[in-house]
């Protein structure tokens, strides 16, 4: 029998990788937080990655609910923060943009589903007074048949 | 004796850990990246007032009450409802086909009035804002096919007249949500 040649093996996990460096982004923050988002079908993509900024929001993972606890928390980039400190966040992110753009700044808020309403309304008041009016709940595609 | 010697030719480099050397770049790739999801349901919030909103009257006939509970169950102008049955309900009392008596005088006078428990879970707000949603698209595409004959979707072009026929769809029905703030029933987080 032939030996079959496995010279186009390399090529085969060429393009494998290449999907993956098309398709994924760079982690910029590890997620400290449970994080699984709702499904829902009334989605609008986020076009204009530089005007998003993101909060999260969920219970803390096992490591760090060791110290936290099991309460819902708020992660902004890569630490946990409170309420009071969205608005100096809503700053801090204003700034990194250009004035004019300021205006079309959004936030996209990645709630973790088994979250209570409470630590959500505070969040948006919050951004409510820091004149963030642009937010989007993140949240997974689904289709018409289950709820 | 003459040697015959076994000729490559120009010596070639094995390249047999081509494979190798791919490997590691993708288990590099697959640990260090993910698939971002960038969608999600798009709201504007209200500005922030120091004095409380004006509280809606609760029997208003142009007020769409919908509240959730601490146990996730869906109160609709006084009634229990299915979540499944909210998107035809909200989008009977904007239109009012059959002028009833108990629903909306005009989309232009409807406001819906949405309040939750501080206990109660985020999926289930979600699910309401997503049928809440819904029920607009669904009425701005009924709208933009009557009178532009494509749905309201589809007018997304960054065109001046595919804004402007947006604008007029929106204005026919004016998306008049309101949130109050939440009850605090029960000690929850």
New interface residues.
């Given amino acids: 029998m032939p030996e079959i040649s496995?010279?186009s093996?390399?090529d085969i996990?060429?393009i494998?990788?290449f999907f993956?460096?098309v398709?994924?982004?760079?982690?910029d923050t590890e997620l400290k937080v449970e994080n699984r988002?709702?499904r829902?079908?009334?989605?609008?993509?986020?076009v204009k990655?530089s005007l998003?900024s993101y909060i999260y929001i969920g219970r803390p993972t096992k490591k760090y609910a060791k110290l936290l606890g099991t309460?819902?928390r708020i992660q902004l980039n890569d630490g946990f923060y409170t309420k009071e400190d969205i608005g100096q966040f809503v700053a801090t992110e204003r700034e990194k943009l250009p004035e004019n753009r300021q205006k079309f700044m959004i936030f996209?808020?990645r709630?973790?589903?088994?979250?209570?309403?409470?630590?959500?309304?505070d969040v948006?008041?919050e951004?409510?007074?820091a004149?963030?009016?642009?937010?989007?709940?993140?949240?997974?595609?689904r289709g018409d048949e289950g709820? | 004796m003459i040697r015959k010697r076994k000729s490559r030719g120009p010596n070639a480099i094995n390249?047999s850990s081509?494979?190798d050397?791919?490997?590691l770049?993708?288990i590099f790739?697959?640990v260090?990246?993910?698939?971002?999801?960038?969608?999600?349901?798009?709201?504007?919030?209200?500005?922030?007032s120091e004095e409380e909103p004006e509280i809606a009257k609760i029997n208003d006939r142009n007020t769409f009450v919908i509240l959730l509970n601490s146990h996730d169950q869906l109160l609709v102008k006084g009634e229990l409802m299915k979540?499944?049955r909210l998107r035809e309900n909200v989008i009977e009392f904007l239109e009012n086909p059959y002028r009833k008596k108990t629903l909306s005088e005009s989309p232009l006078k409807a406001v819906v009035s949405f309040k939750?428990?501080?206990?109660?879970?985020?999926?289930a707000?979600?699910?309401v804002?997503?049928e809440l949603?819904?029920a607009y698209?669904d009425l701005w595409n009924q709208e933009s096919r009557r009178l532009y004959g494509v749905d309201y979707a589809d007018l997304k072009g960054n065109k001046k007249e595919d804004k402007e026929k947006q604008k007029t769809i929106r204005k026919l029905y004016p998306m008049r949500i309101s949130e109050a703030?939440?009850d605090?029933v029960t000690k929850?987080?």
């Fill in positions: 496995t010279a093996l390399p996990i060429f494998l990788l993956f460096m398709v994924t982004v760079m982690r988002l709702p829902a079908t009334e989605l609008t993509k986020l990655k998003v309460a819902p996209a808020l709630i973790d589903k088994a979250v209570t309403m409470g630590i959500v309304s948006k008041t951004l409510r007074k004149d963030a009016l642009k937010i989007n709940y993140s949240a997974l595609p709820i | 390249a081509m494979a050397i791919a490997f770049l993708l790739f697959l260090t990246t993910t698939i971002n999801v960038d969608k999600g349901i798009f709201i504007i919030l209200p500005p922030w979540v499944e939750n428990d501080r206990a109660t879970s985020y999926s707000y979600i699910e804002w997503n949603k819904g698209i703030e939440p605090n929850a987080q």
